[in-house]
């Protein structure tokens, strides 16, 4: 059903019957509105001697400045604010979110402030007034630069029109009807602070809504085939010309500039331009969608000729955009992608698709080199035999033009590649020539994994995909982000599929997933219409559509993908953030809010997107989390400030302060006004970082000044100290403040929990301080929240990311650290998956190469890889969360493998706790089994922690029939008397099983697991555990970092010691020794004599920072024989400047004076070098002792094992070994798991002959693996 369109004049129907007859269209679907209806006066409707404008105030100036801006309306008759002039509907248009609550109108209503501590450079604001025309507006404005000293407030009244006292107010009235037709302006001079004052484009026509059943109060929102009535009016238009006026009106859908009706009324101004109001009915449209009615205002003129003369631009135009909401929706996500059309197939060895942006800008020299045309000539005995894969070498670029996408459809991208090869691969999908449109990043991440050697399916290739919404003229580019590999690509298949792909066909009452427990889809990126649905906004960018329709169906079409996505995902609910700092998607008293939408500055009808989202998620089958962010200022709080005379900007928003706890609690009580009434509505989620204005106290930071103001009024003593303060504390070490400040959080978020009733309330970006098992330490513990409560503190755990090999390592200690520190309190916390840091490397090799051979830092990439689905399930059973939230940005439109089963398995656990399920069988340690009931059926959630497959068998006491939860196809299997059931697990994978009838657990018996593939698979674990005891020794030898010009001192000539910097006194204290070495024909002599007031030293050319993270020293080392007792002391160091910091790792050692050469070893280890940020790094070596002392063949290294990680390994193979011995295969589990161990299964170079060698007896080879490593584990491992 289609709309039609009424008009009607409120002043007599007469008008109409003495105008020339109007012309109209009607889509053949519309239906004719039956009723028409006398329009009724406009509120603030225009009299003969009332003015009402929309106005616009913008100042700016060239440096940043504090300004003070005052706009009060004096009636020009009386010298007085008039009773009858107001102003309203003031609008924030600054970007700072600091202004939010410094802007706001006097108690009289006769005028608006805003003062600002912090300095800015422009600002606007957007009011509306309501005036004689007789009145004038008066600008008070005082900008003082910011390194100027602020002026004193004179009085701290909002009421009063000037507030503060300046050298130089600038202080304007102008008359308002001046205003009518031109802007005005004032400055200070070419440079300093200016301003203007001008009426909006849009004020000419005043269009409002009677709001009726089926549309909500703002006319945004409305059901199918209701009925809208529509009221405009001239408003001081300005038109120039004489002769009849016509009122065009048009509904247009926004989707596709579909025409769905028209009409033409005859209208009439006055003298000063205004009009009786006339009425619009219509129906609005069956059809779901975002639709703009545009009233334009012309002469009026014969229609016949106007059909040949072209169409001026109206005299004025205003509009009214609504949304006509859908039908309820289920979702289903199982998708077959495979059944998408194939658009096209990109094999980058054919090199007529491919550009090489490093040679040529043009796609008219399409080209790829030859030589990095190779084929894989690996595959002789598959199927994959012969076909041909592209290298591209290290920090390389390619591109490709897409021409064949669909617009307005999802294309499904596979991106193929060699399974036996490590790939860092970013891919860029981006618009040729629109720098608006944000592109599409994402970094593929693929490595060898520890359950890739147990694979039952032998495919030599891997695939992973992601979804993309084309916005023409697409390319797509392709760089290799490790600079020293080379990757390997074998195609890019892209895909086309239908529209609302993940929709079911609508349905009377929409179908729930799954809701035992909630998983979520947190989209914490505010501007993530632009991400999900940028293609429609550039689509209608240079159409006529306003900002606001434009902004509004990107809104709606974002929500749809989301949907689709978050359904394919496997997700049953969304988190949708509510605002961004001062940019706020629901009305609030608290504070003005700021613009949020790039598309659409005028944030007019901002505050009803929420209102939109939520009744869109009501007709599908998701639930939704509606997130906060508050970072803006409040005018509540800011009052308080000023008449504490706290300066500091925001630094009196604490969580302690009981005035920033009421204005949130006030801010709160607002947003669930506008949510609760949605069916969709499931719970808040309250952000506890240090950024927000609801972090909570964090007792591993000093307090601030802010919070030992209200601790000393707390205890009593308002008047006393800061220092006062900080001596108590000290007293009792912190624990009363401690216990005090966790106290004051709890009541807070206690108190936002009763708010919300049954819906959930979650505490998101916790650090690992904000939780301890330990009471009363910590906001979080065994005590705080309660088991049954709606509060769910939310653990966060980075997704791997691609950062230096030491970072990965400290990364995923900290997280077993922090999982292990959290084992008391499972199940009553929740799981947030969190996006990973991503940083390219610098290019290892010689200091001077150039930034250039560096690939591009990415920002805002998303990660795609294999370990996100098997590193979930590991935490779901480890923590038994009562909420899984996975942050958009770490998926971000991909696809990761086995991810979806994982979520759908998780939705159906019980929503209470699991309980833990043991075997007594020891040989099923590797695998996790718990318990549960829900709606009175048995559930059970099964885990592997093994990286092989393994198989599990619940029997039970009574015949039950289990089905999987999750999986697209049921792979259990039941014996013929149904008490036993066999579950199969892959590597990393967790599974829940549910009772098809209602059981108790009484009906448990046990259960037992054993390896998947028998004798085979055992006999290749121990094989792998027998080659990672054997090549343990290799971790001795890693491979130089060769980025030392002179390290065996051998380069000679020139002026001093090449490579090198050296002590110059005394004479001859550092020099080249050609009749001593090691290696080669020379080595360096040190020579230190008691009598020097410094040590000999000796200082490297400064080295490239080396891409793992980490940098060893290595060196042979000689003393003079003597007949002194003390050993020659030598220091080793690794110094540099990292982040304008200095730094340095030395170790010093002891060398006997024998005159023997000690062999090479490594003395010095450094960890947590950022290559990103590391600004300088050398070597130092210092003779600490006098006497001569020789170096030799130095040498560097960056990959190898730290100590700890070398103690961590060698206990790891010593009980892997005794658990074979006994049958325990969970001590092998964990060997094969741990990175170095995985180094020496995959390392396949051929090794020389150590430089170190062991003085041992010699002794007959050991026969078996026990025996093979009992002489070397108890010792640690040289270097």
């Given amino acids: ?253 926004v989707a596709d500039n579909h025409v769905v009706a028209t009409k033409t009324t005859p209208i009439s101004l006055d003298a000063d331009g205004n009009s009786e109001p006339i009425l619009f009915q219509h129906t609005t449209p069956a059809d779901a969608g975002v639709y703009e009615v545009r009233f ?216 729930p997933p799954s809701r035992s427990r909630m998983s979520t889809l947190n989209v914490q990126d505010f501007d993530w219409p632009d991400r999900l649905a940028g293609d429609e906004a550039q689509r209608l960018a240079k159409s006529d559509f306003s900002s606001t329709a434009i902004s509004l169906h990107q809104l709606f079409v974002a929500t749809e993908r989301l949907q689709e996505y978050a359904s394919v995902l496997g997700v049953n609910s969304i988190c949708i953030s509510a605002n961004d700092g001062g940019k706020t998607l629901f009305p609030s008293s608290q504070f003005l809010p700021t613009p949020a939408s790039r598309v659409a500055p005028d944030h007019k009808h901002q505050t009803q997107w929420l209102d939109l989202i939520l009744s869109l998620m009501d007709r599908s089958d998701f639930q939704v989390v509606v997130g906060i962010h508050p970072t803006m200022t409040m005018r509540h709080v800011e009052t308080h400030a000023k008449h504490q005379r706290i300066r500091a900007p925001l630094s009196h928003y604490t969580l302690i302060d009981p005035v920033t706890q009421q204005a949130l609690y006030a801010w709160i009580q607002e947003l669930l006004q506008h949510t609760t009434a949605h069916s969709c509505f499931a719970g808040v989620a309250i952000p506890c970082s240090a950024s927000h204005h609801t972090a909570a106290y964090d007792p591993a930071h000093p307090p601030s000044e802010a919070v030992l103001r209200q601790f000393a009024i707390a205890v009593g003593k308002p008047d006393a100290t800061t220092s006062e303060v900080q001596h108590w504390i000290h007293q009792d070490k912190h624990a009363s403040l401690q216990k005090w400040a966790i106290q004051s959080n709890r009541n807070f978020y206690t108190s936002v929990s009763h708010l919300l009733g049954s819906k959930l309330c979650l505490l998101t970006e916790l650090s690992p301080t904000h939780l301890s098992s330990e009471a ?87 990660i795609i890889d294999r370990s996100i689905a098997p590193h979930l399930s590991q935490l779901i059973d480890r923590l038994d969360p009562r909420v899984v939230m996975v942050d958009h940005i770490s998926v971000g439109g991909s696809f990761p493998q086995n991810l979806r089963p994982v979520l759908l398995a ?68 039941h014996t013929a008397d149904m008490l036993k059931c066999t579950v199969p697990l892959n590597a990393g994978q967790l599974k829940v099983i549910r009772s098809e009838q209602p059981q108790s657990s009484e009906v448990l018996s046990t259960w037992v697991s054993r390896v998947h593939g028998d004798s085979q698979t055992i006999e290749k674990i121990k094989s792998d555990v027998t080659i990672v005891v054997e090549r343990l020794g290799m971790l001795a030898d890693s491979e130089p970092y060769a980025v030392l010009s002179n390290p065996g001192f051998e380069v000679v000539g020139g002026i001093g010691i090449t490579g090198w910097m050296h002590a110059q006194y005394p004479e001859g204290a550092v020099r080249i020794d050609e009749h001593e070495a090691i290696e080669g024909e020379r080595s360096l002599c040190l020579t230190t004599v008691n009598a020097m007031a410094t040590k000999t030293w000796l200082v490297s050319e400064t080295i490239p920072p080396p891409k793992t993270g980490r940098l060893a020293v290595s060196l042979a080392v000689r003393s003079e024989a003597s007949e002194v007792t003390t050993p020659h002391r030598i220091r080793v160091s690794v110094e540099g400047t990292q982040a304008g910091s200095s730094f340095r790792h030395s170790e010093e050692v002891d060398v006997p004076r024998n005159g023997t050469w000690q062999p090479r070893k490594v003395l010095v280890e450094a960890d947590k070098i950022d290559p990103m940020t590391m600004d300088s790094l050398r070597i130092t070596i210092d003779s600490l002792s006098p006497g001569k002392l020789w170096i030799d063949d130095v040498h560097l290294h960056d990959f190898f094992p730290m100590n700890k990680e070398r103690a961590e390994l060698q206990s790891q193979a010593f009980l892997a070994v005794q658990g074979l011995q006994r049958g325990n295969l969970a001590p092998s589990a964990r060997l094969l798991k741990n990175r170095w161990a995985q180094f020496l299964l995959n390392d396949t170079r051929v090794r020389p002959t150590p430089v170190i060698k062991e003085e041992t007896d010699e002794v007959a080879p050991p026969t078996g693996v026990a025996e093979r490593i009992k002489g070397w584990l108890p010792k640690p491992i040289r270097f």
């Fill in 296 to 511: 334009e205002l012309e002469h009026n003129q014969n229609p016949l000729w106007s059909r040949w003369r072209r169409h001026n631009a109206p005299l004025a135009r205003a509009n009214h955009v609504f949304t006509v909401l859908p039908k309820p929706t289920s979702h289903h996500g199982e998708i077959d992608f495979d059944t998408w059309h194939t658009v096209s197939k990109i094999k980058p060895s054919e090199g007529s698709q491919w550009t090489v942006p490093t040679l040529f800008n043009t796609h008219n020299n399409p080209l790829i080199p030859s030589s990095l045309i190779k084929q894989d000539r690996t595959r002789t005995n598959t199927i994959d035999a012969g076909q041909k894969i592209t290298i591209i070498p290290g920090g390389k670029t390619f591109e490709s033009s897409l021409a064949k996408l669909r617009p307005d459809h999802p294309h499904y991208v596979t991106v193929r590649y060699p399974a036996n090869r490590d790939i860092h691969v970013q891919i860029e999908l981006t618009n040729d020539g629109a720098a608006n449109v944000p592109s599409t990043h994402y970094v593929l991440l693929d490595e060898k994994r520890a359950a890739d050697r147990y694979r039952d399916d032998q495919n030599q290739w891997r695939s992973q995909s992601f979804l993309y919404y084309p916005h023409g003229n697409d390319q797509l580019r392709l760089t290799n982000l490790d600079v020293d590999q080379d990757a390997a690509i074998e195609s890019i298949e892209i895909k086309v599929g239908p529209q609302n792909f993940a929709v079911n066909r609508p349905t009377a009452q929409a179908i």
């Fill in 1 to 253: 059903m289609i709309a039609g369109l009424v008009a009607t004049s409120a002043a007599s129907t007469a008008i109409a019957q003495d105008a020339p007859p109007s012309t109209e269209h009607q889509d053949d679907a519309s239906r004719q509105a039956t009723s028409v209806s006398s329009a009724s006066p406009s509120p603030t409707a225009s009299d003969g001697e009332q003015l009402d404008l929309n106005l616009q105030l913008d100042w700016a100036a060239e440096t940043a400045h504090r300004w003070n801006v005052e706009v009060e309306i004096i009636d020009s008759a009386a010298r007085q604010s008039s009773e009858n002039s107001t102003i309203s509907e003031l609008r924030n248009l600054c970007s700072d979110p600091a202004t939010c609550g410094l802007m706001h109108r006097s108690d009289k209503e006769t005028g608006w402030h805003f003062h600002s501590s912090l300095a800015m450079t422009s600002g606007a604001a957007a009011f509306r007034v309501h005036a004689a025309k007789t009145a004038e507006i008066v600008i008070t404005i005082n900008a003082t630069p910011n390194d100027a000293t602020p002026a004193t407030e004179a009085s701290d009244s909002a009421e009063s029109p000037s507030t503060t006292q300046s050298p130089s107010p600038s202080v304007t009235r102008i008359p308002i009807t001046q205003l009518l037709s031109d802007s005005q302006s004032a400055s200070t001079g070419d440079d300093g602070p200016r301003w203007t004052l001008q009426r909006t484009k849009d004020d000419s026509l005043r269009v409002w809504i009677d709001p009726a059943d089926g549309v909500s109060p703002s006319g945004m929102i409305c059901e199918p085939n209701s009925e809208m009535s529509l009221y405009v009016r001239g408003n001081a238009a300005d038109v120039p010309g004489d002769g009849d006026l016509r009122l065009h009106s048009s509904m247009i859908r």
């Fill in 906 to 973: 998780y939705n159906a656990a019980p929503s209470r706790a699991m309980k833990e399920f043991g075997s007594p069988d020891a040989t099923s340690q590797i695998v996790q089994v718990r318990w549960g009931m829900e709606n009175q059926h048995l559930v059970l959630s099964l885990t592997n922690h093994a990286p092989w497959p393994c198989e599990v068998d619940v029997i039970s006491k009574k015949p039950i029939r289990w089905n999987e939860v999750g999986q697209a196809s049921d792979a259990t299997r």
């Fill in 776 to 862: 009363g330490i910590s906001l979080v513990d065994m005590t705080w929240p309660p088991v049954q409560s709606n509060l769910v503190p939310m653990t966060a755990h980075p997704h791997e990311g691609w950062t230096t090999l030491a970072q990965q390592i400290e990364d995923q200690q900290n997280a077993d650290h922090y999982v292990a520190q959290l084992q008391p309190i499972t199940g009553r916390v929740g799981l947030n998956i969190t996006s990973h840091r991503f940083a390219s490397v610098p290019p290892a090799g010689s200091a001077n190469e150039t930034a250039a051979s560096t690939p591009p830092v990415v920002s805002h990439a998303t």
